[in-house]
Structure formats: C-alpha cells, structure tokens
C-alpha cells in the first residue's frame, strides 16, 4: 500500500510566496513521474507542473515562470515552489505519482489527500 501525503499550503497574500511538498511513503520500488495539480471549486482539474525522473519538466501557462517543481528522489518527494502568488492560484492542490508497487511490481497512479492554498487580494 501506498500513501501520499501534502503539506505547505495555507493563506497568503498576492505577490508572496508558498513551498508544497508531497512524501510518498509504503511498498515503493521506484517513482516514475511526479506531478502537482489543482482544482478550484466548480472548475475542471488542472495540470500545474510535472517532473520525470529524470528531471524533465513541464509547466501550465498560468504558472509558467512564477513556480518551479522539484524532486528528491532519495526522500520519495516532490516539492512546488510558489512564488509571485495570484488570487486566481486559489485552488486545492494535489500531488500525482505513477509508482512502481511491490510486491506486484506494476506501475500504479496515486494522488494524495490535497492541501488548500489561498491567495488573498
């Protein structure tokens, strides 16, 4: 079994700045791609960042330039720095991981629980 759990969100006011991470923890052989995304009340899910294992990454063009996505894979995290903060980044915000489970050893896709941002005007 697998668990994903997020931390760092919370209020903050436009222009400042937040750092989600996001631990996997459980029966992990290897984490593929690792991915934030969010979903504000009555809209559609929507990609923020992701990041390979090899440390490609990809940005949504709302965010592009204001937030970088990291990874540490010796720690099974992986982290979104936010910076320049907008009203309209209010969102919850999940992390994705596709993980190689055991003792399968078939790739599965998780998300964790959520973590609520808010950006004050």
């Known amino acids: 079994q697998v668990h994903l759990v997020e931390s760092g969100g919370g209020l903050v006011q436009a222009g400042g700045s937040l750092r989600l991470s996001c631990v996997a923890s459980g029966s992990i052989f290897r984490i593929n791609a690792m991915s934030w995304y969010r979903q504000a009340p009555g809209k559609q899910r929507e990609l923020v960042a992701d990041?390979?294992?090899?440390?490609?990454?990809n940005y949504g063009d709302s965010v592009k330039g204001r937030f970088t996505i990291s990874r540490d894979n010796a720690k099974n995290t992986v982290y979104l720095q936010m910076n320049s903060l907008k009203p309209e980044d209010t969102s919850v915000y999940y992390c994705?991981?596709?993980?190689?489970?055991?003792?399968?050893?078939?790739?599965?896709?998780?998300w964790g629980q959520g973590t609520q941002v808010t950006v004050s005007s």
């Open positions: 994705n991981m596709v993980i190689l489970v055991t003792p399968l050893y078939r790739w599965d896709d998780y």
């Open positions: 990041i390979t294992n090899s440390g490609t990454t």
